[in-house]
């Protein structure tokens, strides 16, 4: 990266992170109850490297073998935490569990199972459940109506820890209501469960103000950190 683009990119990070502090005071909420992920996929370990040094430590990435290069590159930077906010292919789990921070995108019985019997012993993946709450056929997350049947299945498995809900909303009309969907189903399962579930994973770059102040605790923000992404190659 030249001089120019770290600067850029320390600019956005700091504008990104203002904008996350003033809506959670216009939705009266305390500083520093949503935590920023920076969403790093195809970007650079030297941009991710940049945006560490400028104070970001949560990165978010969609693709595994991306994902687990990038964190052996950068496996000296002290505090990092790497975000799983892709879907993950069956023949892939075994690669993330237990490298992750958090993985966002659990949807299935079968994916949950898998992860549990892959972890290694005496350790404990954190997840979060993805709900399709647009109900989008091209899209992955749990059906809503299925939800409590799989929330009651991952509080059951060894070395899974549920800790809230993921959505990414349709692109199309106002996502607001999704994201408040996606609280009252948050509630709701925390009264079915009796345990607390305390993060929803909602909002990236276009809309992250609306989902703070709809509840999310953890907004996936790239393209106004990193810039335009670059061409996956195939």
Same mark, same amino acid.
């Given at each position: 990266?030249?001089?120019?683009?770290?600067?850029? %990119?320390?600019?956005?990070?700091?504008?990104?992170?203002?904008?996350?502090? &003033?809506?959670?005071?216009?939705?009266?909420?305390?500083?520093?109850?949503?935590?920023?992920? #920076?969403?790093?996929?195809?970007? /650079?370990?030297? #941009?991710?490297? +940049?945006? =560490?040094?400028?104070?970001?430590?949560?990165?978010?990435?969609? =693709?595994?073998?991306?994902?687990?290069?990038? $964190?052996?590159?950068?496996?000296?930077? /002290?505090?990092?935490?790497?975000?799983?906010?892709?879907?993950? $292919? /069956?023949?892939?789990?075994?690669?993330?569990?237990?490298?992750?921070? %958090?993985?966002?995108?659990?949807?299935?019985? !079968?994916?949950?199972?898998?992860? /549990?019997?892959?972890?290694?012993?005496?350790?404990? $993946?954190?997840?979060?459940?993805?709900?399709?709450?647009?109900?989008?056929? $091209?899209?992955?997350?749990?059906? &809503?109506?299925?939800?409590?049947?799989?929330?009651?299945?991952?509080?059951?498995?060894?070395?899974?820890?549920?800790?809230?809900?993921?959505?990414?909303?349709?692109?199309?009309?106002?996502?607001?209501?999704?994201?408040?969907?996606?609280?009252?189903?948050?509630?709701?399962? !925390?009264?079915?469960?009796?345990?607390?579930?305390?993060?929803?994973?909602?909002?990236?770059? #276009?809309?992250?103000?609306?989902?703070?102040? +709809?509840?999310?605790?953890?907004?996936?923000?790239?393209?106004?950190?990193?810039?335009?992404?670059?061409?996956?190659?195939?």
């Amino acid at each position: 990266m030249t001089e120019e683009e770290k600067s850029i %990119l320390r600019e956005r990070l700091e504008s990104v992170l203002f904008r996350v502090r &003033r809506a959670e005071r216009n939705s009266g909420r305390p500083e520093g109850s949503v935590h920023l992920i #920076a969403v790093s996929k195809l970007h /650079s370990a030297e #941009a991710i490297q +940049e945006a =560490y040094e400028a104070g970001q430590t949560a990165f978010g990435e969609n =693709y595994v073998q991306e994902a687990l290069s990038k $964190q052996e590159t950068l496996r000296g930077c /002290s505090g990092i935490e790497w975000h799983c906010i892709g879907h993950i $292919q /069956s023949r892939k789990i075994g690669d993330v569990a237990g490298r992750f921070h %958090l993985i966002h995108t659990v949807d299935s019985v !079968e994916f949950a199972e898998k992860l /549990s019997r892959k972890m290694p012993d005496n350790t404990v $993946q954190p997840v979060l459940i993805q709900v399709n709450v647009g109900e989008e056929v $091209q899209k992955s997350g749990v059906d &809503r109506r299925h939800l409590h049947e799989l929330a009651e299945r991952i509080f059951l498995l060894p070395g899974v820890a549920l800790q809230g809900l993921m959505c990414i909303p349709p692109h199309d009309g106002d996502p607001r209501r999704f994201f408040a969907m996606l609280r009252l189903l948050r509630d709701d399962l !925390e009264r079915h469960l009796g345990m607390e579930l305390p993060h929803l994973s909602m909002g990236m770059s #276009a809309d992250f103000e609306q989902a703070i102040e +709809e509840g999310a605790t953890l907004v996936r923000v790239g393209t106004e950190i990193f810039g335009s992404r670059p061409v996956r190659n195939a």
